[in-house]
């Protein structure tokens, strides 16, 4: 069926050139640990990809370690970050609205003894007066997403790292990129933190494939999975050869995409809908790609079925909380949203296959939304 498909955030349409990188990946059948040469080849392919990750990260390739997701990579973090730190303080910041393979991880901790701080992210904005409270006694480290898979916003990593600075902070920052990569206009996050997640199927590669970044300042980082030693002992397991090569060659094209079109199609979808009673948040400052709405009187879930039968895919909230919603919606609620605009919302996010026709089709597709208002 063809979709008018406005969920790249849930997961973004894989790239041509994505697909043609797995295919020659599948064809180098090898195993990259064997050393005759179908492994080399195959070990050449990962190779490529790291370059390619790397520099869509500012990094050095020796840096990134290919494992299964972002969820792996921030568990990996996470965890690692509390082992190595957990003997100098017992303090971990995070944010009030992270994605749950951050924020889980960290409630384990809570359990064991950590003190954890959520900073508040409400409007979109993080709190950095907080922050700056907070770090007048010693912090373990902060785990902080550059921007929301719900609402978009983008936080101030930059303005975190200043801070540490100010005050002498020995702290780790890692940050959960996954929605955030590539997704910023002059972004330079491996500049700023010291540990990265990335997600390949976010930005045009499959999903299953993610990467760690971990800078030379982290020298001794536990493994979470151990086994053969594959990427450099940091995560055992033969290497999905295919699903690395394609987020080598996603993020390779995405680098040189530009966000330009996105952008445009989200403020036409703006204008188009002026007049139209529903909601918009619109946190300061925000991804190009992510519009979040609530349609007054309208619960998502008859906004979803009238759109669904028009072929319209859109998210109420993120795809995976979705099984969560019943527990009510944390990151929403951190942003200071009443509960009537919660079960109202939706998120709907673009790529750039999406056309300025879709665009209209979904902008009238949502006036008639609206008008089945209880
Ligand atoms: N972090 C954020 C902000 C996300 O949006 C997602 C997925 O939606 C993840 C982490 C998890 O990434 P993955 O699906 O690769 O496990």
Known sequence: MAY?????????????????????????????????????AAKRLVDTARTQVAAALHCKPERIVFVSS??????????????????????????DSEHPSVAEPIKALEKEGFTVVRLSTKGGALDLAQLEQELQEPVAFLSIMRANNETGAVYDLPGVRKLLTKYGSDAILHCDN????????????????????????????????????????????????????????MRSGTENVPGIAAFGAAAEKTASTGLSHTELLREKLLAGLEDSGLIFHIPPVHLPGILH???????????????????????????????????????????????????????ISFDIWNTEEECAQLCEALRECAKLKR
């Open 4 to 40: 008018l498909y406005f969920d790249s955030a849930a997961t973004a349409r894989p790239l041509p050139e994505a697909i043609d990188a797995a295919g020659r990946a599948y064809t180098e059948y090898g195993n990259p640990s064997s050393l005759h040469s179908a492994g080399l």
């Open 70 to 95: 972002g969820t792996e990579a921030n568990n990996q973090a996470i965890f690692g970050l509390a082992k190595i730190r957990g003997k100098r303080a017992k303090k971990i910041i995070t944010t």
């Open 178 to 233: 996954v929605q955030g990569f590539l997704k910023i206009p002059g972004d330079r996050l491996g500049t700023v933190c010291d540990l990265i997640t990335v997600s390949a199927h976010k930005i045009g590669g499959f999903k299953g494939t993610g990467a760690l970044y971990i800078s030379e300042k982290i020298r001794n980082l536990p493994a979470h999975l151990s086994g053969g030693g594959q990427e450099n002992g």
């Open 293 to 347: 709405i609530s349609i007054p009187g309208v619960l998502s879930s008859w906004a979803l079925n009238l759109l669904s039968a028009k072929g319209i895919c859109v998210s109420a909230g993120s795809a995976c909380s979705a099984k969560e919603k019943k527990k009510g919606n944390p990151v929403l609620s951190a942003y200071g949203l009443p509960a009537s605009e919660i079960e109202t919302s939706l998120r």
